[in-house]
């Protein structure tokens, strides 16, 4: 009998916000939402934004005055609307019109050598062969270069794409905890995990206790590792620059460290662990193995996620050359006018001309159903399947492929399997890999297109986060899943609000692509298919259950007493989950970050032939296996 893999947690931080509690989702379909929760949304942004603060029991502003949450909308909603979302590059990252660049020149004097001073300290070694040295006074050499001189100048130039997914302004990601030398992606790691655990509702140490400690699993990663300063990207250019490498650039810059700092600081784990990457699939590869893990019993409890900062002119330079993302010329042309809404630059299944790169982390908790019982956990829906394809032989490495027809109708089918054909017609939507390309909207919408066909479905609701909050790379099929967790909750499929219209080439004859949000409360879903596709031929598809699907598999499976009592239990859960909710939209988020806590002792590991004792856990790891392949030996 497989384990179901249920959603009993998720969090995260992206351009619309913190993931859990929905918020995220929340600043999406924010003018489809009742006044109280719209209210609450936008206090929550303007306390991480910095544009107010909580205490002593209240809101307050810059000059300490109470403020209600009415207050807030009417005076700082326009600031906490414009400060989400995608923007204009804001400069803590750079100056998008004036981005540092060497240029080459070539010096060479008229008939006289060039002769020039300089500090001792700054001699080139060994020295260059036409050059002369003559010592001066204080530490100076006089240089006299016999013929023409290489030299880099410092310049500056106008970066042609100007708009990005970017955290809600003001809010610092390392202010959360103790971040000393953290890349910006490992930041977005620690404070994103820790917003999952705690969106549980549980104590990790009591999750911990009710397992072995080798039932956990923890799959994350990112695609463009730690490019910023503190990893990767100060490491290459430390030489270039004149400097010395960092002790910690080369370690921290490693793309399996989104899943080493969540072992290693937030939860304490020893169980399995894994970096799974699949360019901007790679959630749903982490996914994947997290949901087998789960599904055969080799885990109980995993963790999922990725962390990805890529707003570094170094990185948008690379994927801007290769015509991949959006550029405000561009943009001008398809608006036809001297300027564009770059806050409308990502454009799913619209006059499109690239995608928009963002910044983003998500992490999802998944447990069995039977410890998600045990436990009273909040149940927000259910992994059913993962499915993953390559393209074949291809011509190009980012040109679409069969693979994606496979997944597609692979999840479908898997689906159709639980909820039957009605619940795949009638109550089921794609959350679409809408990354903004001209070529992504034809391709993919014609997958939905010919798949729909197959299966009978006619008006298929798809939509698209990449239009809200741009494309995270790795953490973008997350968005997706989080995002479908919020419609289960609330009811309103996210329109793709930065299009006017749905272009001409999309095939949409099947397909409802809504350009408001789309009230499905009187009709809720059973079903939501994520779609991914990556550079090389990375698909992947996913189907999620809703909650109520979930309910009558429990019960059908557990029986109605024992999902009765699980219901008694799990109210206690949710009011815990609220109250760490109620915090972090107060700006307490309590991030969770053990440096040097709970240390074990390896001299204090007790083993014997059937098992070993780890110091700090409450169970012991079983060596009792079975023989894997009895039919064999």
Not at 616 to 633: H, V, W, Y
């Amino acid at each position: 009998m497989s384990a179901l893999p249920v959603i009993v947690g998720f969090g995260g931080f992206n351009a619309a916000g913190r993931a859990s509690g929905h918020h995220a989702y929340r600043r999406m379909v924010l003018e489809s939402l009742p006044d109280a929760e719209r209210q609450e949304t936008l206090a929550g942004l303007a306390v991480m934004m910095g544009l107010v603060t909580y205490t002593e029991g209240a809101y307050r502003d810059s000059d300490d005055q109470a403020c209600s949450l009415v207050d807030i909308e009417a005076r700082f909603g326009q600031q906490v609307l414009d400060g989400t979302l995608i923007r204009r590059i804001e400069a803590g990252f750079f100056d998008v019109d004036a981005v540092p660049w060497q240029k080459s020149a070539v010096l060479a004097g008229d008939a006289e050598p060039l002769r020039f001073e300089m500090d001792e300290r700054e001699v080139p070694e060994p020295l260059p062969a036409d050059w002369k040295v003559v010592e001066l006074d204080n530490r100076r050499v006089q240089v006299t270069v016999a013929g023409p001189l290489a030299v880099k100048l410092d310049s500056y130039r106008d970066l042609a794409v100007k708009s990005a997914g970017q955290l809600p302004a003001g809010f610092d990601p390392g202010a959360l905890y103790n971040s000393r030398f953290h890349p910006r992606a490992l930041q977005l790691a620690v404070i994103g995990a820790s917003d999952a655990v705690q969106s549980v509702g549980i104590p990790w140490a009591e999750i911990a206790s009710s397992i072995r400690p080798d039932q956990v699993s923890v799959y994350a990663s990112n695609v463009m590792s730690q490019m910023d300063e503190a990893g990767f990207g100060g490491l290459l250019q430390s030489r270039l620059k004149g400097s010395r490498v960092s002790t910690k650039q080369c370690p921290l810059g490693l793309n399996s460290m989104p899943a080493d700092f969540v072992n290693a600081y937030i939860i304490g784990s020893v169980g399995h662990t894994g970096a799974i990457a699949g360019a901007c699939a790679s959630f749903l590869y982490n996914l994947s193995a997290a949901v087998e893990d789960i599904v055969n019993g080799r885990c109980r409890v995993a963790i999922v996620g990725n962390a990805e900062a890529p707003i570094t002119s170094e990185i948008i330079d690379g994927y801007a050359t290769m015509g991949a993302l959006a550029q405000e010329d561009k943009l001008k042309k398809i608006d036809g006018g001297d300027t564009t809404d770059l806050r409308r630059s990502s454009r799913p299944f619209g006059e499109n001309c690239g995608f928009t790169i963002a910044e983003a982390s998500t992490y999802v908790v998944l447990m069995d159903d039977a410890l998600a019982l045990e436990l009273g956990a909040d149940i927000h829906g259910a992994v059913n399947d993962v499915f993953i394809n390559a393209d074949g032989f291809k011509k190009s490495i980012s040109a679409p492929g069969p693979g994606n027809y496979i997944t597609m109708a692979k999840a479908v089918a898997s689906a159709r399997a639980i909820v039957g054909d009605e619940g795949i017609r009638e109550r089921s939507m794609v959350q679409a890999h809408g990354s903004s390309t001209p070529q992504n909207r034809v391709s993919e919408s014609e997958i939905f297109d010919r798949v729909a066909r197959v299966f009978g479905i006619e008006n298929w609701p798809v939509s698209a986060v990449k239009a809200f909050v741009g494309h995270s790379l790795s953490p973008a099929s997350g968005e997706q899943l989080i995002t479908s967790l919020g419609v289960f909750k609330h009811g309103w499929i996210p329109g793709i609000k930065t299009i006017d219209r749905v272009a001409d080439d999309v095939l949409g004859e099947r397909l409802q692509i809504p350009l408001a949000d789309l009230d499905r409360r009187d009709n809720p879903l059973d079903v939501v298919f994520l779609n991914s596709k990556g550079f090389g031929g990375n698909n992947a598809t996913a189907s999620v259950l809703a909650p109520r699907v979930v309910d009558r598999m429990m019960r059908k499976r557990h029986g109605e007493s024992a999902v009765n009592s699980y219901v008694e239990r799990r109210e206690s859960v949710r009011a815990r989950a609220a109250a760490y909710d109620a915090g972090a939209l107060q700006g307490r988020f309590d991030t969770i970050y053990q440096f040097g806590e709970g240390l074990i002792d390896e001299a204090d590991l007790t083993l014997s032939d059937k098992s070993i004792n780890v110091p700090g856990f409450e169970q012991e790891i079983s060596l009792e296996l079975p023989n894997r392949f009895a039919d064999m030996t």
